[in-house]
């Protein structure tokens, strides 16, 4: 089977904001799933262009929506993720949360860039992980972008202020590399 990928938020939105979320579609066709936590997350009245695009990948079945049954093991660990974690282990926020509960309940894969909020509950339940920089370096192996197409797109995602762990998309790679 093929993995589904739990989008959080900031995930997501790294590609609203520079409408590229046509990369997602084209390299996860049918893999993509919004937490609803998450989709609430971009529901600001400030960023209505978010939400359209979000809901045209939703509308065009290029994303499903997936919401979290509140009598489910999935929920279960929702909550203590957001409300009461193990002892060393931080309250992350309800996007993340939904994502690795989701993706722990299915095997999915968690696509966050928050690395420092959900690195702990990725190596203790096991889950397979990628970032805004893996989504783009997988974009130019399969030949839909250039290194210098991800050069633009990454820079076009820091002036949007998104937090990316690198100045440019090919700093990004040769750190991969190292």
């Given at each position: 089977m093929i993995d589904s990928l739990f989008f959080d938020s900031d995930c997501i939105s790294a590609f609203l904001w520079v409408k590229e979320q046509n990369l997602l579609a084209m390299l996860y066709p049918?893999?993509?799933?919004?937490?609803?936590?998450?989709?609430d997350e971009l529901a600001y009245p400030?960023?209505?262009q978010l939400m359209q695009r979000i809901d045209s990948l939703i509308s065009n079945h290029q994303a499903t929506l997936q919401t979290i049954n509140v009598d489910s093991d999935t929920y279960d660990l929702y909550q203590k993720l957001t409300t009461s974690p193990d002892e060393g282990h931080k309250?992350?926020?309800?996007?993340?949360?939904?994502?690795i509960a989701l993706?722990?309940?299915?095997?999915?894969?968690?696509?966050?860039?928050n690395l420092k909020d959900i690195s702990s509950?990725?190596?203790?339940?096991?889950l397979k992980h990628i970032t805004t920089g893996d989504i783009l370096i997988e974009a130019m192996e399969k030949g839909f972008i250039t290194?210098?197409?991800?050069?633009?797109?990454?820079?076009?995602?820091?002036?949007?202020?998104r937090k990316l762990g690198a100045?440019?998309?090919?700093?990004?790679?040769?750190?991969?590399?190292?």
């Open positions: 049918g893999r993509i799933v919004i937490p609803k936590p998450a989709y400030t960023t209505p309250i992350i926020g309800p996007g993340e949360a939904a994502s993706a722990k309940t299915v095997d999915g894969v968690v696509a966050s860039n509950y990725i190596n203790e339940y096991g290194e210098d197409d991800g050069n633009t797109i990454w820079a076009s995602m820091l002036a949007k202020r100045s440019s998309f090919s700093e990004y790679i040769k750190s991969k590399n190292k």
